[in-house]
């Protein structure tokens, strides 16, 4: 009995042995088995492109449920692809273009958006904003920048007055609840010198943090000038600051200060006779080498209330700018003609939004808005040509003031869980008063006037837009908007005269789609749009006279796409077709009849493509390359820019707190004009883009 119950005993063991073995066994290969698993769920995530969330349409909401057709770029992208001013935003993204007129310090340079150009002197058709703040000038360098949105279409209904082809909006970097520092400094060719700086930290923890960025630029230029026997006569000096606190007093509350400023000194003897540009010699042949100066200010306070089931947000900015330029404008070496050009700009803005913030399926906003703006700029011109008998400098001042005021409101539904309608609608009022006074052109045959003007410029400004879910992955939608750039009055020619707002109706269609589990973005979307009462530039160097020309339209399309096919490697494509000609457009005061011609300053094409791959050991390749199609610089197209291309390229390590690049742009050496003008009986003369540059950045961060 004993042995058998020792029997028992030792095979109770055993068996209880053998149990625990197997179910540790079984355990430990559960265990491996569900490390693996989730470590092949945390690879497949690494190949997988996360949700990008954007706020330009004054919500937060994710750029793939937007039915627009947008293209945003990130933090990582901007330090890949080196995006360190606005002009770099332009070559990145399709069916956008800067006509770039001088050094980061000219006021004049302008956009062009889907076929609706700009001009020097007028308002733009793209709006700027960084922070929610409008900036009137697009020359700016960025500093401390997490997001950037750039969107295609009419944004007249949230956005208001210079948005008819769309809005670039740029979001700052947020002070952090952690002490940081970075800093980095380069060199490059032409003694081309920078150094960025940033340190962001709390000064109280979870209730007030700060940060401060700069970043500091000087080159001696690529240009020469032969007749005062200079290497540097386009030499420039930028400077650009922003300081940000942010405060959280209660859970509820997020109250926002930010200051900032641009100090740019810039000489800009860069215009020389298209052959010279198509040779690449950069060379110009000036008495005086010019300058470009900015000096801008701005100063915002955002204010946002959380009250759970809605948002009240209130946006308070000032912004003043002031620029001093000057150019040799008979394009010799002998002292005939120069132009002085003084633009002093403040503007004062507020705007209220209350919306919803819950996942309800109907979601609302309503907002108020309202600026004053003082435009002041001052043309005085020095002749002193042979034939002339004596010397003249002819005086031309005018002052715009403007005030603005909007009511502003969107709402939208979704049925189903599939099915979005969105219908906004926006009332804008403007209201101009033009000073204007000529003085000292009594020998040239140019009388004294002087006078004041104003008036009234008015837009009902509708939206409307359809989103299917077709699955969940992909969703077609269709946009209508109405957009409108306000109008305004001549100063350089024909003093005083008005001209009227213009307007467009945008029809949209595209679609939105990833696919193998968000490894692939694929977005398209085409356009269609009716644009009446054009605001158009005559110009008759260096005069200029704004009219309106009639009617127009611009159809094309717009292919995004961005793939992630491996861990650490990322492809990017923005492809853009414009097709934008005058319908109906008779200058009656030359008597020539543009109809048919193509709008200038408007790419037939644009398309860039781009590669980064981060390694695991912390090497890094990166390589794009940008394409812009065939342009015209006038009415007549009888002068443009062929076709170019520009390809960049960069190598570099990044380690935790260390990383060194090795970078170059325009390595195929591009010879290309920027902007181009015709001069009476001298030809034509252009800008020309930057030539093949190398260069070094080495960076710090603790």
């Not at 909006?169 to 002070?175: A, D, G, N, Q, V």
């Not at 960025?196 to 940060?211: F, Q, T, Y």
């Not at 008495?287 to 947000?313: M, V, W």
């Not at 509708?462 to 879910?469: G, Q």
Request: proline letters at 4%; glycine letters at 10%.
């Amino acid at each position: 009995m004993k042995k058998r119950r020792r029997y028992f005993a030792i095979l109770l063991a055993v068996s209880i042995g053998a149990t625990l073995c197997l179910g540790g066994v079984c355990l430990a290969h559960a265990r491996e088995n569900a490390t693996q698993q989730e470590n092949a769920t945390q690879q497949e995530k690494t190949f997988q492109l996360g949700e990008v969330v954007v706020t330009s349409g004054k919500r937060e909401t994710t750029a793939q449920e937007t039915p627009e057709s947008m293209t945003v770029l990130n933090d990582i992208e901007i330090g890949d692809y080196g995006i360190t001013d606005t002009e770099r935003i332009f070559q990145m993204a399709s069916n956008i273009h800067l006509i770039r007129t001088g050094p980061p310090a000219a006021f004049d340079t302008f956009p062009s958006v889907r076929g609706i150009t700009g001009y020097m002197a007028g308002e733009p058709p793209l709006g700027l904003y960084i922070d929610d703040v409008y900036y009137p000038g697009f020359d700016v360098n960025l500093v401390d920048i997490d997001r950037i949105e750039v969107l295609r279409g009419p944004q007249g209904t949230l956005y208001g007055r210079n948005s008819e082809g769309g809005v670039i909006s740029i979001t700052s970097k947020l002070p952090t609840n952690f002490w940081e520092t970075s800093a980095d400094l380069g060199y490059s060719s032409y003694n081309t010198r920078t150094l960025n700086a940033r340190v962001s930290g709390p000064l109280v923890e979870d209730k007030a943090l700060i940060s401060a960025a700069m970043r500091y630029r000087t080159s001696d230029g690529y240009y020469e000038n032969i007749a005062l026997g200079e290497d540097d006569p386009d030499r420039q000096e930028d400077l650009d600051g922003r300081l940000s606190l942010l405060l959280t007093p209660t859970p509820d509350w997020d109250i926002r200060i930010t200051g900032d400023l641009q100090n740019y000194n810039d000489h800009n003897a860069e215009f020389q006779t298209m052959q010279g540009i198509q040779d690449g010699d950069f060379e110009v042949n000036v008495d005086e080498d010019g300058i470009s100066q900015k000096e801008a200010y701005g100063l915002n306070l955002r204010a946002e209330h959380d009250f759970g089931p809605s948002k009240l947000l209130s946006i308070t900015s000032y912004r003043d700018e002031q620029f001093k330029n000057s150019n040799d404008i008979d394009f010799t070496p002998n002292p005939y003609s120069v132009l002085y050009v003084n633009k002093d700009v403040g503007l004062f803005n507020e705007e209220i939004r209350f919306l919803s913030d819950t996942d309800s399926p109907w979601r609302w906003l309503v907002g108020a808005s309202g600026f004053y703006e003082e435009d002041e700029r001052t043309y005085t011109t020095f002749m002193d040509y042979p034939s002339m008998g004596g010397a003249t400098t002819l005086n031309q001042h005018g002052t715009t003031k403007t005030t603005g005021m909007a009511l502003f409101g969107e709402t939208g539904y979704t049925f189903w869980d599939r099915l979005e309608l969105v219908f906004g609608l926006r009332y804008d009022h403007q209201l101009k008063d033009f000073d204007y006074d000529w003085s000292g052109g009594e020998n040239i045959g140019v009388s004294n006037t002087s006078g004041k003007e104003d008036k009234s410029f008015d837009a009902w400004l509708p939206k409307f837009s359809a989103k299917y879910k077709l699955t969940e992955n992909i969703s077609p939608y269709v946009t209508i908007a109405r957009g409108f750039k306000s109008g305004g009055f001549n100063l350089k020619a024909s003093a005083g005269e008005p001209y009227d707002s213009e307007f467009t109706w945008s029809y949209e269609g595209g679609v939105k789609s990833s696919w193998f589990e968000n490894k692939l973005v694929v977005n398209l979307a085409a356009f269609y749009i009716d644009w009446d009462d054009i605001q158009v530039e005559l110009t008759d160097y260096p005069d200029f006279t704004y009219v309106n020309g009639g009617k127009a339209t611009s159809k094309g399309v717009e292919l995004e796409i961005q793939a992630r096919p491996l861990q650490g490697l990322e492809l990017i494509s923005s492809i853009g077709y414009t097709d934008a000609k005058y319908d109906d457009f008779y200058d009656y005061n030359s008597g020539v009849d543009y109809s048919g011609k193509y709008i200038p300053n408007v790419p037939k094409y644009t398309a860039h493509f781009g590669a980064t791959y981060h390694f695991l050991n912390g090497l890094f390749l990166g390589a794009d390359y940008s394409m812009t199609g065939k342009n015209y610089f006038s009415q007549a197209n009888t002068e443009g820019q062929s076709h170019y291309n520009l390809l960049g390229a960069k190598i570099g390590y990044e380690a935790d707190n260390f990383n060194i690049y090795l970078w170059g742009k325009n390595l195929l050496n591009t010879k290309y004009a920027t902007r181009a003008f015709e001069m009476d009986g001298a030809g034509w003369y252009g800008r020309a883009g930057a030539p093949l540059t190398v260069g070094v950045q080495v960076g710090v961060s603790f």
